[in-house]
């Protein structure tokens, strides 16, 4: 079984996070984010990963490597040029088995691909999409089913409160290889808003999953995902801890320091005398100094806070120092 991953982004809503690093191996908790998505393809019985790749693509390769053993194969298809998540599908398939998962690679999830695979297969689809059912869709397009779970309609991203409950589509899609046929080669097309409008009573399929779902982003979002993991809310193999709470390994945590409510101590980093951390990650490599508070902030590797300075509500990039 095969999946291809769309990884092209540069993940322009984290920077700085994302300024030298690509969003899809930015670390999440304990491990770079992409290597929950490989083993929740892994669990479903998927063996095979293309990834579409863009921006940085070499660091890519160098953190996840090639798989193979008990992990699936990773392969990576670099884009030219940026062609939408059809064109880049498109642009890998000679790479593709004629039926595949292809995935949105920003989110965290625990979604029953299995489950939408095997409706895939039972009704016959040309393309299946996992829908997620949400309170408040604004910022997303809804898609409309009839009781059979043939897709009737998509609407455009509401405002917010001018929409009630409805499903989203979840960036997890069952394809057959055949609708990339009417895709022009080497121009950019959306699968969104081109396909599938065009597949509309031509075996377009939905279904709804229920379990966890979250698009990481944003910092607000990367920051929940880090408590979702840390706290069991998401099926993941990482260790959870009720209090939100992760320490790595190697880190240097001084008498008298505080860390929680929820806080994530990378690798390596440093917490000296009097220091706080609480609802902050701080990524690896970094050091808080002495009476120094950070809160509700994302430090990225190598940032250091120098003694009795207050940080709340940062994102801050690689190495920065922050003095009084």
Not at 168 to 182: D, P, R
Request: glycine content about 14%.
């Amino acid at each position: 079984m095969q999946a291809l991953v769309l990884v092209g982004g540069k993940g322009t809503r984290l920077r700085p996070l994302t300024t030298e690093t690509p969003k899809p191996i930015l670390k999440l908790v304990d491990r770079p984010f992409l290597s929950y998505m490989i083993e929740w393809l892994a669990s479903h019985g998927v063996d095979e990963i293309v990834f579409a790749c863009g921006f940085l693509p070499d660091q890519l390769e160098r953190v996840l490597g090639n798989g193979g053993g008990d992990s699936p194969a990773l392969h990576y298809v670099v884009e030219p040029e940026p062609l939408g998540t059809a064109g880049a599908i498109k642009f890998a398939e000679e790479y593709l088995n004629d039926r595949f998962f292809a995935l949105n690679g920003d989110v965290l999830t625990d979604l029953d691909l299995t489950a939408l695979w095997n409706s895939h297969l039972e009704n016959g689809a040309s393309a299946s999409l996992g829908l997620y059912p949400v309170d408040d869709p604004a910022g997303y397009g809804l898609v409309d089913l009839d009781e059979s779970g043939r897709v009737l309609d998509f609407h455009e991203k509401p405002e917010p409160g001018h929409a009630g409950p409805g499903l989203i589509n979840a960036g997890t899609y069952v394809l057959e290889k055949s609708v990339l046929a009417g895709v022009a080669a080497g121009r950019q097309v959306s699968i969104e808003r081109e396909v599938f409008p065009s597949l509309i009573g031509n075996g377009l399929r939905g279904m709804r999953l229920d379990g966890y779902w979250m698009d990481i982003g944003t910092p607000d979002r990367y920051l929940e995902a880090s408590w979702d993991i840390v706290e069991g809310r998401v099926r993941t193999g990482a260790e959870t801890n009720p209090e939100g709470m992760y320490i790595g390994s190697d880190c240097e945590i001084a008498t008298g320091a505080k860390v929680g409510p929820r806080a994530i101590i990378g690798n390596r980093s440093i917490l000296d005398s009097g220091s706080s951390v609480s609802n902050s990650v701080l990524i690896s490599d970094c050091e808080v100094g002495s009476g120094a508070v950070v809160i509700d902030s994302i430090l990225s590797p190598g940032v250091r806070v120098k003694g009795g300075v207050r940080v709340e509500g940062r994102v801050l990039g690689k190495n920065e120092v922050i003095d009084a």
